[in-house]
């Protein structure tokens, strides 16, 4: 039977640890889906920096696929744990229900599009006739899995608002080692290349898709998948679930954005060596986002559940607890590319070239990295409270209020050329991080347990 954490009365470091530790080991496994793909693809005999690059082209448009598995998973999954902080399993019943519906139309959506304007897309986002060889197949095959991705990542936030991280961790567990498995057998042995890398992780996807959909529909679950609350079209629950969805969905398109503009900015600057250096540097990041990520999920629906049920005390000691250790993890990590930059970059490559190139991109890339804590904190909280404008505002100000501009500017002045796109980042990580963190503490954090709960959203 699956172990469900108590989130009204345990200790709220022992209910963020029992929650965030599936998450990090779930959220690991799950980025090794892409990642591993790059290890791999990377290391392709003759070819690797060139196929590097061409498969990082592809991620602005998985990055939109996310984008919409965010806008109905995290958008439905605090609402949930609301729902059933409030004693309302109904109410969290019909939230899961509609959120699939959205999830299993949408991935359709995607995919037949996707599979219509797949090259025209990719030149879009910055291919070149010779990184087109490797992006057009690794695409083409991963968008057959959308349905399968969105099912098994939309969904899991779902399990994990009931208390059974560890089943949301075995969920993504099964895929990534199936996909660690698959890959090195289809890319090597078998000789199938970047397209070898892409039917791996579709057929990982769907593994883990499986058994998401079979413990949801099964007696484990609190809540269960059927088809009456679609049936009555609940389009007022639908538009709960994308209103509060809507700061992920859109931090997720400005990451897209982002990433289509620095690789038009690299390609221009740099060309095809730097599109792949930045494959590599955001390759990093998403590593090192994960641990800080797993926190503040894994403090989100203690958060929603506590305010759900008018215990506040405990919020204001949940967002404590999450940002100091946010906060000592982005410290450590930031000394260790400091010192090691080489091991962080050899993991993807270990081309001489790409390594002179990347270690500088890598250290002006992480400078400020401690503030993504603060961003991440304060973010959490507004999400967690069901404060929509707040959590849509800071995804859109951080990346496109700044991150885009900067991108575009700093490698025409200065005499930075490619380094001036990886400098926008740190930039926007210490004025965008600091101004959320602070604004939260101010309108939220202080007034939290003192006032009724409507006000917060005044």
Known sequence: MAKQVDFENGRIGQNVVQTAVPMLVAQVLSLLYNVVDRIYIGRIPGEGTTALGGVGLCFPFIMVITAFTNLYGIGGAPLCAMALGR?????AEKILNVSFFLLAATACVLTIL??????PLLYLLGASDTTIVYAEPY???????????????????????QGFA????????????????????FIFVFGWGVRGAAVATV????LSAVFVLR????GRSGLSLHGSYIRHAEWKTAADITGLGFAGFVMQITNSLVAVVCNHMLSMTGGDLYVS??????SVRQMMDVPVGAINDGASPIMSYNYGAGRYDRIRKTVRITTVWGIGYTCVMWLLIVLFPAAFILIFSSDSTILTTAVPALHMYFFAFVFQALQYSGQTVFKSLNMKRQAIFFSLFRKVIMVVPLTLLLPRIGGFGPLGVFMAEPVSNFIGGTFCF?????????????????????
């Open 114 to 119: 996707g599979l219509i304007f797949c090259r």
């Open 215 to 218: 413990f949801l529909h099964s």
């Open 166 to 185: 560890g089943t949301g961790m075995l969920a993504i567990f099964i895929g990534a080692a199936a996909n660690i498995i698959l890959d090195p057998l």
């Open 438 to 458: 602070t604004t939260m503490m101010l309108t939220v954090y202080r007034r939290l347990g003192r006032t009724p709960p409507d006000s917060l959203h005044a």
């Open 277 to 282: 250096v930045y494959t590599i540097v955001s």
């Open 203 to 206: 057929i990982s996807q769907c």
């Open 87 to 91: 004693g309302d399993k109904k109410q």
């Open 139 to 161: 695409l083409r095959i991963y968008l057959y899995g959308t349905i399968a991705s969105m099912a098994a990542s939309g969904l899991n936030p779902f399990i994990n608002a």
